[in-house]
């Protein structure tokens, strides 16, 4: 079976590398349909991650089990079907499409016109475009399949981390652990590179907030953050941590004092972190030796 697979991948990639046309393509379709599943677990991880914590947390208190409502007791991310939440209506196959269910339904249900979300869209149009960066960028490569669920990985923590400021162990630390994996076969960087970059990426932020909370008496980050940059770290090496850090503070610093100006959040109110790690991580991924070779350049 694994000799039928590697055929296949073999004979993809001829394919794909005669006909750009086709690999950009089927990478935009197949990044679209990725999107619209990612909305689905930005939206249902967080609320069986909230049922689980009840459920475990009553069991270990000896507690009698909380009153969950059924709906959440069998939810997961397979089921139950996509629908409304205003009116239950289930969502038939042509009302699924990425971007063109949106489009064709005018952003409202087809059963009692509640109004969609843009969300849906946006994020189905993004996965589907930052696929094509990354396809255009490493080309019909091994690089390519593993920088796609970096980013789609990426983009599901983002989301959530929005929402709910909550970066799930469920996904950091399997991102964290794939990371390390890939570096056995040096698909972004060497074994070496690789786990002091994930040492060095929690360190850092750790050392941080333990300064941080010292200093204020206040926690300035989430452990989740910690975690992120590991995963980052291992992932891209340890080298490329001066410019993530760099980079997502910078951004960050910029997008807070920004929300703050025009009232979109006030002083006292927590900033997710995560999606500027994810935004800077991602660019060291792709782009991290050009802008290494660009600031080096440009010292001497």
């Given at each position: 079976?694994?000799?039928?697979?590697?055929?296949l991948f073999e004979n993809l990639s001829i394919i794909f590398q005669s006909s750009p046309w086709l690999f950009y393509?089927?990478?935009?379709?197949?990044?679209?349909?990725?999107?619209?599943?990612?909305?689905?677990?930005?939206?249902?991880?967080?609320?069986?991650?909230?049922?689980?914590?009840?459920?475990?947390?009553?069991?270990?208190?000896?507690?009698?089990?909380?009153?969950?409502?059924?709906?959440?007791?069998?939810?997961?991310?397979?089921?139950?079907?996509?629908?409304?939440?205003?009116?239950?209506?289930?969502?038939?196959?042509?009302?699924?499409?990425?971007?063109?269910?949106?489009?064709?339904?005018?952003?409202?249900?087809?059963?009692?016109?509640?109004?969609?979300?843009?969300?849906?869209?946006?994020?189905?149009?993004?996965?589907?475009?930052?696929?094509?960066?990354?396809a255009y960028t490493l080309g019909v490569t091994l690089q390519t399949l593993a920088a796609l669920f970096f980013t789609?990985?990426?983009?599901?923590?983002?989301?959530?981390?929005?929402?709910?400021?909550?970066?799930?162990?469920?996904?950091?630390?399997?991102?964290?652990?794939?990371g390390i994996f890939l570096s056995f076969y040096e698909v972004f960087t060497d074994l070496k590179s690789s786990v002091?970059?994930?040492?060095?990426?929690?360190?850092?932020?750790?050392?941080?907030?333990?300064?941080?909370?010292?200093?204020?008496?206040?926690?300035?980050?989430?452990?989740?953050?910690?975690?992120?940059?590991?995963?980052?770290?291992?992932?891209?090496?340890?080298?490329?941590?001066?410019?993530?850090?760099?980079?997502?503070?910078?951004?960050?610093?910029?997008?807070?004092?920004?929300?703050?100006?025009?009232?979109?959040?006030?002083?006292?109110?927590?900033?997710?972190?995560?999606?500027?790690?994810?935004?800077?991580?991602?660019?060291?991924?792709?782009?991290?030796?050009?802008?290494?070779?660009?600031?080096?350049?440009?010292?001497?």
């Amino acid at each position: 079976m694994f000799e039928n697979i590697t055929s296949l991948f073999e004979n993809l990639s001829i394919i794909f590398q005669s006909s750009p046309w086709l690999f950009y393509t089927s990478t935009l379709f197949f990044g679209l349909c990725v999107g619209s599943f990612l909305n689905v677990v930005a939206y249902r991880l967080p609320l069986m991650l909230e049922r689980d914590w009840k459920l475990e947390c009553h069991e270990f208190l000896e507690l009698k089990p909380p009153e969950i409502d059924d709906s959440l007791l069998s939810i997961n991310l397979s089921t139950p079907a996509s629908a409304c939440p205003n009116c239950g209506h289930k969502l038939r196959v042509w009302e699924n499409i990425p971007v063109l269910s949106y489009l064709f339904l005018r952003a409202k249900c087809s059963s009692c016109a509640t109004a969609i979300s843009i969300q849906y869209p946006v994020v189905e149009l993004l996965t589907g475009l930052a696929s094509v960066v990354v396809a255009y960028t490493l080309g019909v490569t091994l690089q390519t399949l593993a920088a796609l669920f970096f980013t789609w990985v990426l983009i599901a923590l983002t989301l959530i981390d929005i929402k709910k400021q909550l970066l799930p162990d469920n996904i950091t630390l399997p991102l964290l652990w794939l990371g390390i994996f890939l570096s056995f076969y040096e698909v972004f960087t060497d074994l070496k590179s690789s786990v002091i970059g994930a040492i060095a990426g929690y360190l850092i932020l750790w050392s941080v907030y333990q300064l941080f909370k010292l200093i204020t008496k206040k926690e300035g980050m989430g452990f989740g953050d910690f975690k992120l940059l590991a995963a980052l770290g291992a992932w891209v090496g340890f080298s490329y941590l001066p410019q993530i850090i760099f980079m997502s503070s910078i951004v960050g610093s910029i997008m807070g004092i920004s929300m703050l100006v025009i009232g979109k959040t006030k002083k006292q109110q927590p900033i997710p972190f995560g999606p500027y790690l994810a935004i800077a991580g991602w660019i060291a991924l792709l782009w991290g030796d050009t802008i290494n070779a660009t600031y080096l350049s440009f010292l001497s």
